[in-house]
């Protein structure tokens, strides 16, 4: 089974300064791994993702993400936040190893990290 | 562009009501997915649907049922609903595994 663990549910961080939100995965196959960004009472929305290739991924508003296997993790970060950044930030992870015609393809979503950016 | 829409997105109901929530994608995507969002708690998949005719369980699935009979719609029913079900829902959709997953804006159901 699959599973997300984003470390730390609150985030705070001042304007200008660089923001790490934290995700470690399991998962028994390779994995495919994304960033959604959720704000206020709105649906969530793709950052980035990795599937195959490239391990650092870049997403939108700047942000980026580094697969790295031998440490299970795709921390998202972003050099310079800024006051649009606060939202709540999501990893999901789904087996690739599930992924074929038919198959039951379906994302395991970590708690969540709310981003606060102070002024 | 449409994507991904949820009706109603507000509603509160008595305990032991029944009410469906009606999700409609425009884009042809085969797969389907009801979540539901709890404060603290990240989304938890309820139902989902790999394509018309099919559908199975999630990590939550008591008190809900799903039908799948067209590509475009994936309504998810609650029956006799309970406080525990209160809760904000989300309707999901992609086209083939790997490709980006699009969101509803949600559903929020209070239960009382």
């Known amino acids: 089974a699959q599973s997300v663990t984003q470390l730390g549910s609150h985030v705070s961080v001042s304007e200008g300064a660089l923001v790490l939100l934290r995700c470690n995965y399991s998962?028994?196959?390779?994995?495919?791994l994304f960033w959604y960004v959720q704000y206020p009472n709105q649906g969530l929305q793709l950052l980035l993702k990795?599937?195959?290739?490239?391990?650092l991924v870049k997403g939108i508003n700047g942000f980026e993400a580094e697969f790295k296997k031998s440490e299970t993790s795709f921390h998202l970060t972003k050099p310079s936040a800024h006051m649009s950044d606060a939202a709540e930030y999501f990893c999901?992870?789904?087996?690739?190893?599930?992924?074929?015609?038919?198959?039951?393809?379906?994302?395991?979503f970590g708690k969540g990290t709310l981003l606060t950016v102070n002024p | 562009n449409a994507g991904v829409t949820q009706t109603p997105k507000f509603r509160i109901l008595k305990i032991g009501q029944s009410m469906t929530l009606q999700c409609t994608q425009d884009?042809?995507?085969?797969?389907m997915y009801w979540y539901r969002q709890d404060p603290g708690m990240g989304l938890k998949l309820i139902y989902y649907?790999?394509?018309?005719?099919?559908?199975d369980k999630g990590e939550v699935p008591n008190g809900y049922n799903v039908s799948r009979s067209t590509t475009e719609d994936f309504p998810l029913r609650l029956e006799l609903a309970a406080p525990s079900q209160t809760s904000v829902y989300f309707c999901?959709?992609?086209?083939?595994?790997?490709?980006?997953?699009?969101f509803g804006e949600g559903s929020w159901l209070t239960v009382v």
């Open positions: 649907s790999v394509g018309a005719g099919i559908t």
């Open positions: 999901a992870v789904s087996d690739l190893g599930v992924v074929r015609s038919g198959s039951n393809y379906k994302l395991t």
């Open positions: 999901a959709s992609t086209l083939y595994p790997g490709n980006t997953i699009y």
């Open positions: 998962s028994s196959v390779p994995p495919y």
């Open positions: 884009m042809n995507h085969n797969y």
């Open positions: 990795y599937t195959t290739g490239a391990t």
